[in-house]
């Protein structure tokens, strides 16, 4: 079953709990905190007061516990299965995951049996021996906050050998790519494709507190959507990947604020566009002008 | 009843959090509760799992509550959290850690479980004491987990825990990664998790969350070719209704946030589209006798599919010529990216043509008006969809003050 309390938050709550009364550490004010940082916003209220008075009867008065040895949480069929199904995903490679372990378990599902019928043709070359071998390495970088040396073919097809710090790898399911987020001598953030990166070195640790992962500031673009064609419903689910605020302002329209980042702006231009005259770009003035621009160059095309 | 955090259903909380998370300005008497009360208690229930995401405005009608994410700034998905809250009883709780405690230092029989938590664990407590059955039960439930095994000893059973899984940091990563990529990644959440993610997600559709329950079910039903009845709940109609399928694929969008289950219809005798978030349960049914059959009709159906539409199932040829100029290569990486089942071919040296063949072409108008700014000539066997197109064009010249006439 999915939904099981073996999964669940107060399950790992007092699991912890449990783990410091064995070591003879828990005080009243270590349980709180733990229940406040593992729990929910209320489970303050339940948790330490069962094991107070008793209907959970795990801590004596004392805090002590007569449990012999910490808490475990042995993986489940469930897990294991889901495991299973990620050998089958061609992404797997990437991650040199042992394959044994995992013989006599049965996938949940067929990776087959799921058709992504809108992702994009060109995704990443996940079973070029070149690229698994440079994902693996960027990814060390990440993790070990090493500085790395990569090698890449920029969009206009010049080539070029940068000094990068790595925060993160990012994966488009759209697009089916990596992409290396990172910080390079020029500029405080970068995007890397890794389809475009023919070759990285690992050079030395960074600080990573002296080198954060930058706060990006995100745009705000204000859409007014006429409900005709389901347009509601399309546009709240297809925007839902990004912060948005959505109001009523009439019997029939909405407004709908969304914040984005400026490097996305073309891809969101398009996806505004595919909605057609159910949705309107109120602000800011750019993006409406962009449309306009779109809407003029096509009147050039002599269609319709 | 009393308030609680956690929950014992999850079908109930899950439109809730659809509707805060998708619509988010619903009034509290626009939601379908039974009483004020049953809203209040679900808002205070979302609320407290989902911290920091939860928000809301007043306007003249009232209070609107919205959740709100930016899934390019969260490395975890928030909405697994609502998997961790079901609710347990007393001696659930407290038998999952004696009985692990017990098995930590080897194999054990029920009686000497009982034994142990009555002579040891509860020693010091007023509490009463488990009968054999309680321990039993939940012995066999985490042996169904995959938790423990069980063997015969005598005419008794004896327990230990099954063969240890052993995470290697390769795992790790894998795990952290897939969590948030793949379907049912919810169950990658239940490993612990360690340190900050080296990943992030860029147009993540963070509901899919909430169908995971669907999704396994359904999962169950393919990979031992049964048939499922299928328990429709439809928004607009606000009733519920029920079909009997062959499940046949998944069909998931990555720009749209839509989830769709094929299945072969048995009493409509044709293949039909369902929404995984208007489903409300799966009923596993028997063994499909032939299932290569519907395989076969799946490969020769899918080909002419541009999205999830087979309209009435006869063919639309649609052409498009797509401007695009010497320094614009990435026009042509465009269409050949995003053709699916399409063919791209250069028309002359400004000029890409696009063609397809395809179920319902009012499917692809969304696409198409993407190339506004460049649509050379827009043919197709339905005369409405390249009507649409003209419609739309004169209307969007409207809205944003463009030349009418021109259009």
Sequence with gaps: MLFDEYYGEYYACVSEILQEALKGTLTKEKLIDITRRRGFAETVLTIPGHLKDGSWPLLTADLKTALRHPPQHPVTLLQKRWLKTLLDDPKIRLFNVPETGLEDIRPLFDPRKIIWYDRYGDGDPYEDPGYIERFRLLLEAVKQHRRVQVTFTSHRGRQNTWTVLPYRLEYSGTDDKFRLLCESDRQRYRTLNLQRISACRLLEAFDPEEHPSPLLQNDSVQLEIVDERNALERAMLQFSYLAKKTERTGENTYRMTLQYRREDETELLIRILSFGPVIRVVEPDRLAMLIRERLQRQSLCHFP | ?407
């Excluded at chain 2, 004020?36 to 809301?56: H, P, T």
């Excluded at chain 2, 930590?104 to 488990?130: H, M, N, W």
Aim: hydrophobic residues 35%; glycine residues 6%.
């Design chain 2, 1 to 407: 009843m009393a308030y609680s955090e956690l929950i014992k259903n999850f079908e109930k909380v899950r439109s809730y959090m659809r509707d805060f998370y998708v619509y988010g300005f619903k009034g509290r008497n626009e939601f379908d509760a039974k009483s004020a009360r049953i809203y209040d208690d679900e808002y205070r229930r979302v609320k407290a799992w989902l911290e920091g995401y939860m928000n809301s405005y007043t306007d003249e009608t009232g209070k609107k509550v919205f959740i709100s994410i930016d899934s390019r700034a969260v490395f975890h998905n928030p909405l697994y959290t609502a998997f961790k809250t079901k609710s347990f009883t007393d001696w659930d709780i407290t038998l999952h850690f004696f009985l692990l405690d017990i098995l930590s230092d080897g194999p054990a029989t029920v009686g000497d479980c009982v034994q142990r938590i009555t002579e040891v664990y509860l020693k010091d407590f007023p509490a009463e004491f488990p009968d054999e059955r309680t321990v039993r039960n939940k012995l066999s439930e985490y042996e169904k987990m995959g938790i423990l095994v069980s063997r015969k000893r005598g005419r008794n059973l004896v327990y230990s825990f099954s063969e240890e899984f052993r995470e290697s940091p390769a795992w790790r990563d894998a795990i952290a990664f897939y969590t948030e990529a793949m379907p049912l990644g919810v169950i990658g959440s239940y490993f612990p998790q360690s340190g900050a993610s080296p990943f992030g997600f860029k147009h993540r559709y963070l509901l899919d969350a909430l169908d995971s329950e669907i999704v396994y079910d359904l999962c169950e039903c393919m990979n031992e070719s049964r048939a499922a009845e299928l328990t429709l709940f439809s928004r607009r109609k606000k009733q519920e209704n029920t079909h009997t399928v062959y499940p046949v694929r998944f069909y998931f969008s990555v720009q749209s946030g839509r989830q769709y289950l094929l299945g072969y219809h048995y009493r409509f005798r044709r293949p039909m589209f369902f929404r995984l978030d208007c489903l409300k349960k799966v009923k596993a049914l028997e063994t499909e006798k032939d299932p290569e059959r519907y395989e076969a009709y799946w490969q020769a159906f899918d080909r002419y599919l541009w999205g999830v539409s087979p309209g009435d199932h006869t063919l639309d040829h649609l052409e498009m010529l797509i401007h695009a100029g010497p320094d614009e290569g990435f026009i042509a990486e465009r269409l050949m990216r995003e053709k699916r089942h399409g063919t791209v071919e250069q028309a002359d040296g400004e000029t890409w043509k696009f063609t397809a063949d395809v179920y319902d072409a009012t499917e692809m108008l969304p696409w198409i008006r993407t190339f506004i700014g460049r649509i050379e000539q827009l043919t197709c066997t339905s005369d409405y969809v390249v009507r649409c197109l003209q419609d739309d064009l004169t209307a969007m010249n409207r809205m944003y003050g463009g030349d009418t006439g021109a259009v």
